[in-house]
């Protein structure tokens, strides 16, 4: 691996290209080797016939391309064009416009910002789309028009409840249980299906309304629901994701830096330090705080930060009625240590409620990154047993 301080041009016959931090603009292609990039701080070229392309953090505009390998991101702080012939795609963040494009891959983003177009010949796509907006929940826009398109893929969305759009999904064959979308949508279908497979369209008008955005599938499934259903598999794939990425870098012997460069023909250059698997560590600490907000933690070392935890009261109603188990939460430190209950995971309602109001009063010791507080995010477990 090779750090770069100004822009690099490099080409290979057939072997890969391997790069840890490129200060300035990147132009990476290959005959079919793979291409990996930890971080590219300009816009970025890349450009492979076969191979995998991952690309930790890029800050500026990202293309790229492969005629069929599989396509990583982690963030990118601006836009993304990315294309691929038949492998998958995987993004966790983006804050730009988007457009991305697999002739057989499924796409799967787990946070979408700005204006998406997606589209895939066989795939399914998955996608949450969360654009930035004001701190007191008022309504959000998409940054443009927007539009997801499957051959016969299934078509998954997950959007804000304060999103203001149009919405228009339409399945090209299929019956009407090809639309489904959470009741509070308010979709109305003006074009019911019928058996000799004519197309499917189902509209919507979220707080008012906005920029469109459009679903089209041949014959997949179009599925529409708010971000807070499902946070469970969004925050496994964007675990499985970042290690993912961990892995592709982790393979990495020794670290040179090139200084600015018109071209660098290129092998496999590979590499590994301490000091890297550091920085890489750190990147995603901070992706993780700017997409759920707090830092994860298991439980384990999250019950040694306590320094204040009282156990629940049993419930006096759950033991006349028998009621005993596990309640498991999902929880909290906020940056004065104080520690919230977020939602429940596991366990009885009546015993819930309980280990709640528990929670409410411990207190826990903040963590600090980079000179400031950070929110902690966990889970604990309670056992409630009658004797």
């Known amino acids: 691996m090779f750090d770069v301080a100004g822009d690099i041009n490099a080409f290979t016959g057939g072997g890969h290209i391997i790069t840890g931090n490129i200060a300035g603009d990147a132009v990476l292609r290959s005959g079919g080797g793979h291409i990996r990039a930890e971080h590219i701080a300009g816009r970025a070229e890349l450009d492979t016939e076969g191979g995998n ?48 494009e697999s002739s057989a891959g499924s796409i799967c983003l787990t946070r979408v910002a700005g204006s998406l177009r997606a589209a895939t010949g066989g795939g399914t796509i998955r996608a949450w789309i969360n654009p930035d907006g004001p701190s007191d929940n008022s309504a959000v826009h998409l940054a443009g028009a927007s539009q997801l398109s499957s051959g016969d893929g299934d078509i998954v969305v997950f959007l804000p409840r304060n ?25 109305t279908f003006d074009s019911p299906a019928s058996h000799n497979g004519s197309p499917l369209r189902a509209v919507g008008v979220l707080n008012g309304g906005g ?32 290690e993912r990425l961990t892995q ?4 990495i012997p020794q670290v040179f830096t090139v200084a600015n460069r018109e071209a660098v023909q290129a092998g496999t250059v590979a590499s590994n330090t301490e000091e890297k698997g550091d920085w890489l560590e750190s990147w995603i600490d901070k992706l993780e705080i700017a997409l759920l907000g707090g830092l994860r933690e298991d439980a384990g070392e999250f019950q040694k930060r306590l320094v204040y935890c009282p156990k629940p009261s049993y419930p006096e109603l ?33 015993l819930a409620d309980a280990a709640m109001d528990a929670v409410k009063g411990w207190r826990a010791k903040p963590v ?12 604990v477990t309670f056992n409630f047993q009658l004797h």
Do not use: C
């Not at 064959?173 to 959470?182: N, P, T, V, Y």
């Not at 469109?212 to 499934?221: D, E, F, S, V, Y």
């Not at 939460?329 to 009546?350: F, H, I, N, S, Y």
């Open 368 to 379: 600090w990154m980079d000179g400031k507080q950070v929110d902690i995010i966990s889970t």
């Open 318 to 350: 759950a033991r006349r009625a028998g009621v005993q188990g596990i309640v498991k939460l999902q929880v909290r430190v906020t940056k004065d240590g104080r520690v919230e209950a977020q939602k429940l995971l596991e366990g009885a309602p009546v």
């Open 248 to 251: 592709r870098f982790s393979d």
């Open 163 to 187: 999103l203001a759009a149009n919405i228009e999904a339409i399945v090209e064959s299929g019956g009407a249980r090809h639309i489904e979308a959470d009741p509070a949508l308010g979709l």
């Open 211 to 242: 920029p469109l955005l459009k679903l089209r599938t041949l014959a997949g499934k179009i599925r529409l629901q708010y971000l807070d259903s499902e946070t469970a598999l969004r925050e496994s794939l964007i675990r499985e994701q970042k």
């Open 53 to 100: 392309i991952t690309v930790g953090k890029a800050e500026s505009v990202v293309n790229v391309r492969t005629g069929g390998g599989q396509i990583d991101f982690g963030e990118v702080r601006g836009s993304v064009r990315a294309r691929t012939g038949g492998g998958g795609i995987r993004v966790i963040y983006v804050s730009g416009p988007m457009e991305v």
